[in-house]
């Protein structure tokens, strides 16, 4: 198994995962559970902790990918349900459709499926991709027949028609390598290209500004390479999110600078913005042993956590 399938804790204890997956599940927790003296919302014991998405309308609703299926929260991150529990159903991408909340894809080792009633039944997207080892997948906040997906270690792909059945994927140019995170930020709603984001595990972040044709760095200020998650500020194409194996950090002008937040963990495994409610912020800190997960919550972009 190439190391980049390993996920964060064998990344940087240097050995792979293995035993028997604990069923996923939230707990009561006390305070410092972080390292970082302040109390989360849950922990998660889950096999990795690859992806977080909030349901486009109800900044309570949410929903985390992780090795064997999916979680679902519906009081902002406090409790956390199984949608799904089901060995190798790795959600290492998570997406939810603006335009339809009941649309939801997955994409992850091996795995690319796709929900049409909220989660509760899926199926797999039909398509013609040179593979299904997906590292990084967006949807277009501006179309949402427009997907991104890259494919590892091949490359970036585009599809304007939904990237199902015999519908068409277009090879984008110039990808950087060792993507693990894609983040799309709209531009199509004005009549251009789609902004794009990508977090790699050896470059940092890199932009696009012509829907990933060309590709630039934008990671100034960060102080690791290895980003791990990115999310976007609806409200905002400059404004975006970046996890770390040394924290979150926030950029409000388009990944030209960026500034560490105050976030409670020593790194951030998974993000998710409100579309919403955009001030308000979930994300992950995933510790050593790479079995417990700490969910935290912002609802001022980051300033504060799960007070």
């Known amino acids: 198994m190439p190391w980049v399938k390993l996920g964060l804790a064998a990344l940087m204890a240097g050995v792979a995962l293995g035993g028997a997956v604990a069923m ?3 707990l009561s927790v006390g305070s410092g559970a972080s390292g970082g003296g302040t109390a989360p919302l849950a922990v998660l014991r889950t096999n990795d902790f690859h992806a977080l998405a909030f349901a486009p309308s109800d900044p309570n609703v949410a929903f985390f990918g992780h090795h064997n299926g999916l979680l679902r929260t519906d009081d902002g991150g406090r409790t956390w349900t199984p949608l799904v529990e089901r060995p190798n159903f790795d959600a290492m991408g998570l997406a939810v459709s603006r335009a339809d909340p009941k649309q939801i894809y997955i994409a992850g080792h091996d795995v690319f499926q796709e929900s049409a009633d909220g989660g509760a039944t899926w199926q797999p997207v039909q398509h013609a991709l040179p593979g299904t080892d997906i590292h990084g997948f967006a949807i277009s ?10 494919v590892n270690p091949i490359g970036l792909f585009a599809s304007a028609n939904g990237g199902g059945g015999a519908r068409t994927w277009q090879r984008l140019t ?5 993507i693990m995170a894609l983040a799309a930020a709209g531009g199509a709603a004005a009549g251009g290209p789609d902004t794009l984001y990508a977090g790699s595990m050896s470059a940092g972040v890199v932009r696009s500004a012509d ?7 934008a990671s100034s200020g960060l102080t690791s390479t290895r980003v791990l998650a990115l999310a976007t500020d609806p409200t905002s194409m400059q404004t975006l999110y970046a996890g770390t194996d040394a924290g979150l950090f926030k950029t409000t002008d388009g990944g030209a600078a960026w500034a560490k937040l105050p976030f409670p963990g020593k790194n951030a495994v998974a993000i998710a913005v409100s579309p919403a409610r955009p001030e308000r912020v979930l994300a992950i800190y995933q510790d050593m042993n790479g079995r417990k997960g700490d969910v935290f919550r912002s609802d001022d972009g980051g300033q504060t956590w799960s007070q």
């Open 174 to 178: 110039q990808a950087p390598a060792g």
């Open 141 to 150: 906040p501006d179309d949402p027949n427009r997907l991104y997906a890259f």
């Open 24 to 26: 996923a599940r939230s």
């Open 211 to 217: 829907g990933g044709q060309t590709w630039t760095p």
